[in-house]
């Protein structure tokens, strides 16, 4: 038997898998808790529809943080008492790209 079906659509067809979707308010929750039980006491939070900005300061430091869409952190900067690292993460939010040690 010879299947015939959708013999004549294009072969260069994009197929769409879409991801389950983020819930970035939880995010920001799970942030706002963990920075205010480290101490920073200012926070600011930022979204441009494409990436989401957590910043924090206190007064031994500053941390800020960037999260894509999916709500993976793809970097990082951290900086205690004028010391501080910058780390870029590949969108699996684990390996590093790159990092820079200032001070």
């Given at each position: 038997?010879?299947?015939?079906?959708?013999?004549t659509?294009?072969?260069?067809?994009?197929?769409?898998?879409?991801?389950?979707?983020?819930?970035?308010?939880?995010l920001?929750?799970?942030?706002?808790s963990?920075?205010?039980?480290?101490?920073?006491?200012?926070?600011?939070?930022?979204?441009?529809?494409?990436?989401?900005?957590?910043?924090?300061k206190?007064?031994?430091?500053?941390?800020?943080?960037?999260?894509?869409?999916?709500?993976?952190?793809?970097?990082?900067?951290?900086?205690?008492?004028?010391?501080?690292?910058?780390?870029?993460?590949e969108e699996?939010?684990?390996?590093?790209?790159?990092?820079?040690?200032?001070?």
């Amino acid at each position: 038997m010879i299947h015939m079906t959708d013999i004549t659509a294009s072969p260069f067809e994009k197929v769409t898998a879409l991801r389950p979707a983020t819930n970035l308010g939880q995010l920001v929750r799970d942030q706002l808790s963990a920075l205010t039980a480290s101490g920073y006491g200012e926070v600011d939070v930022r979204w441009n529809s494409d990436m989401l900005l957590i910043d924090a300061k206190s007064d031994d430091g500053y941390i800020c943080r960037v999260f894509n869409a999916d709500g993976v952190c793809v970097m990082e900067q951290i900086d205690r008492r004028g010391i501080g690292v910058e780390r870029h993460f590949e969108e699996d939010g684990m390996t590093v790209i790159s990092e820079e040690i200032f001070g």
